[in-house]
C-alpha cells in the first residue's frame, strides 16, 4: 500500500548508520503515542510507544524521545539495516479519542 | 492469531458498482477502524466501531460510504456507487482498545 504523498518527507541514511526521524505533534492534550512503520504492500506495523509521564523508551534497536515542551517526538533507529526502508508514522492519542496519524516519513536505506 | 483478516486482497470495478469490502478483527479486540490511504491524502480514519458500535464515522466521505459490524468478528465496508475517486488503499485495524492498533493487509481497490 504506497502512502507516499506528494510531499511526503524522504531520509536517506547509509546503511550501518543511524536514522532519526523527526514528528511534530499539535495536540498538547496527547498522552500517548506510537510510532508505526509500514513497508510497501502491507499495513502499518507498531514498533514503540511511549506515555507522556516519560521522556524516553528504548526498544531494540529503536529508541522513542518526547519532548512535551516543543511537542515533538523522534524515533531513532540504530545501525540502520536494508530492512529498516519503509514509510514512518508517529500517531498521537488524547483521552478517549483514537489515533491521529502524521503524514509520514519515507526512510531510504543505501546499502 | 492470524492477525486481522481483509478480502478481497484487490478489487477491480467499474464506476457504478456497488463494492464491498470485509474484515475480520483479531479475536478478543473491541474496538475496529476502517482506513483509506491514498498518496494525496495519506491516511485517513473513515469509521469506527467499540463493542461493534459505530463511535465516530465522521471520516466517512460520503452518503455512498457505509460500514456494518454486526458481530465481534466481522465487519463490512460498502460503497454504493463506486467511483474512480475511490480508488484507494483501504485498511481495517483492530485494538483492544483506541492503542495499540492492529491493521489489516489493506485492500486494494481500483474503481474504472
Known amino acids: 500500500g504506497e502512502s507516499v504523498g506528494l510531499h511526503l518527507p524522504t531520509l536517506s541514511v547509509q546503511e550501518g548508520d543511524n536514522s532519526i526521524i523527526n514528528c511534530a505533534y499539535s495536540?498538547?492534550?496527547?498522552?500517548?503515542f506510537i510510532w508505526y512503520k509500514q513497508e510497501s504492500g502491507k499495513g502499518p506495523q507498531f514498533i514503540i510507544d511511549?506515555?507522556?509521564?516519560?521522556d524516553k523508551r528504548q526498544g531494540q534497536r529503536v529508541t522513542v524521545l518526547l519532548n512535551k515542551t516543543v511537542k515533538h517526538l523522534s524515533l531513532q533507529i540504530a545501525a540502520t539495516q536494508p530492512g529498516d526502508s519503509a514509510v514512518y508514522f508517529c500517531?498521537?492519542?488524547?483521552?478517549?479519542?483514537?489515533?491521529?496519524f502524521g503524514k509520514g516519513t519515507r526512510l531510504s536505506v543505501i546499502a | 492469531d492470524a492477525g486481522v483478516i481483509q478480502s478481497p486482497r484487490h478489487e477491480v470495478t467499474e464506476m457504478g458498482q456497488e463494492v464491498t469490502l470485509r474484515c475480520k478483527p483479531i479475536?478478543?479486540?473491541?474496538?475496529l477502524f476502517w482506513y483509506r490511504q491514498t498518496m494525496m491524502r495519506g491516511l485517513e480514519l473513515l469509521i469506527y466501531?467499540?463493542?461493534?458500535?459505530?463511535?465516530?464515522d465522521s471520516g466517512m466521505p460520503e452518503d455512498r460510504f457505509s460500514a456494518k459490524m454486526p458481530n465481534a468478528s466481522f465487519s463490512t465496508l460498502k460503497i454504493q456507487p463506486s467511483e474512480p475517486r475511490d480508488s484507494a488503499v483501504y485498511f481495517c485495524?483492530?485494538?483492544?482498545?483506541?492503542?495499540?492498533?492492529?491493521f489489516g493487509p489493506g485492500t486494494r481497490l481500483t474503481v474504472l
Open positions: 495536540n498538547s492534550a496527547s498522552d500517548y
Open positions: 485495524a483492530s485494538s483492544l482498545w483506541v492503542s495499540e492498533q492492529f
Open positions: 511511549i506515555r507522556s509521564n516519560m
Open positions: 466501531f467499540n463493542n461493534n458500535v459505530p463511535i465516530d
Open positions: 479475536s478478543g479486540h473491541n474496538s
Open positions: 500517531a498521537e492519542i488524547a483521552g478517549n479519542t483514537p489515533l491521529v
